[in-house]
């Protein structure tokens, strides 16, 4: 069963910036289309970014020209470099495989934009 932890998240005041990192147990990482996810408090869980095993890269609208996506296949890792932090950023942001999630989520990593 694969693995996913996250890391990276912390508190940054509006416009900063954190890079997050998650990296994935297990082989056969190099095929699986990986995504962002966050989910604020009493929200549902939405997907951020996601990036095909070539490197094609989507972006949700609310984070296109801000947050930047990338995997290393070498170390099973998916990165998110995230740029000019809003308030409404802040969530707990978790990686897990697109469209169809692994069977367990990682306990994610909270991100906090606050002033």
């Known amino acids: 069963q694969v693995q996913l932890v996250e890391s990276g998240g912390g508190l940054v005041q509006p416009g900063g910036s954190l890079r997050l990192s998650c990296v994935a147990s297990?082989?056969?990482?190099?095929?699986?289309?990986m995504g962002w996810y966050r989910q604020a408090p009493g929200k549902q869980r939405e997907l951020v970014a996601h990036?095909?095993?070539?490197?094609?890269?989507k972006y949700a609208d609310s984070v296109k020209g801000r947050f930047t996506m990338s995997r290393d296949n070498a170390k099973n890792t998916v990165f998110l470099q995230m740029r000019s932090l809003r308030p409404e950023d802040m969530a707990v942001y978790y990686c897990?495989?697109?469209?169809?999630?692994?069977?367990?989520w990682g306990r994610g990593t909270q991100v906090t934009v606050s002033s």
């Open positions: 897990n495989s697109y469209p169809t999630a692994f069977g367990s």
């Open positions: 990036i095909t095993s070539s490197g094609n890269i």
């Open positions: 297990g082989s056969g990482f190099r095929i699986y289309t």
